[in-house]
């Protein structure tokens, strides 16, 4: 054998080798990764059986006149679903729970609780049309007033405490 055959082979076989090893270790790694979705007692077990047959069943279900369809009933969404945001009781715990955000910085052009140079001419257009402006929203010339503070869920009755509550603070 010459010189370089013996060569040509000694690297073929390290090379081998190498391509070997690596093969081994991606199989260890798989079996590694695979053990927690592939091994039989999780294949076995009841959720994971349910999430396949829901993952393979057909998109469509047909209605069979005559036969028991109750299975095809559309669920009520459940009530608690969306649960409802909490109603404050009177004008401050509105005040703090949905006008804050953007009265108390002073976000998005909106006056600033305190700051009676802000609310002066506000002030001055009377309480009813601040009422209105509290409840149905407003645009003005610093910003958007949305209809109730994004609240639409809360009485007018609420809403003027809360505008009560702010304007005693800014006088
Ligand atoms: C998303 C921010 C935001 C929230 C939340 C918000 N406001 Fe406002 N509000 C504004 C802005 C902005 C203005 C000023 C609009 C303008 O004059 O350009 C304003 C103006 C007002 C005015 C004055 C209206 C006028 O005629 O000058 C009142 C009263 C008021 N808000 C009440 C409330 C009450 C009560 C709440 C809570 C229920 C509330 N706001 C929540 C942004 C907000």
């Known amino acids: 054998m010459s010189k ?17 090893a690596v093969a081994i270790v991606i199989f260890g790694v798989a079996r590694a990764v695979g053990h927690s979705t592939q091994s039989k007692h999780v294949q076995e077990e009841d959720l994971y059986v349910k999430a396949v047959e829901a993952r393979v069943a057909p998109p469509v279900r047909i209605a069979v006149a005559g036969a028991d369809n109750s299975a095809l009933a559309i669920e009520a969404p459940a009530a608690s ?71 639409s869920d809360l009485p007018d009755d609420l809403i003027k405490q809360g505008v009560d509550y702010m304007v005693g603070k800014s006088r």
């Not at 009265?103 to 002030?123: S, T, V």
């Open 81 to 151: 679903a969306a649960p409802a945001m909490p109603v404050p009781a009177d004008g401050p715990a509105l005040y703090d729970a949905a006008c804050h955000t953007c009265h108390g910085p002073g976000l998005a052009g909106a006056p600033k609780i305190g700051d009676a140079a802000a609310w002066g001419p506000r002030i001055a257009q009377g309480t009813a049309t601040l009422y209105k402006h509290a409840i149905e929203g407003f645009t003005g010339q610093h910003g958007v007033m949305p209809p109730k503070g994004g609240r």
């Open 4 to 20: 370089q055959d013996s060569h040509f082979i000694n690297v073929f076989g390290l090379i081998l080798g190498i391509l070997i």
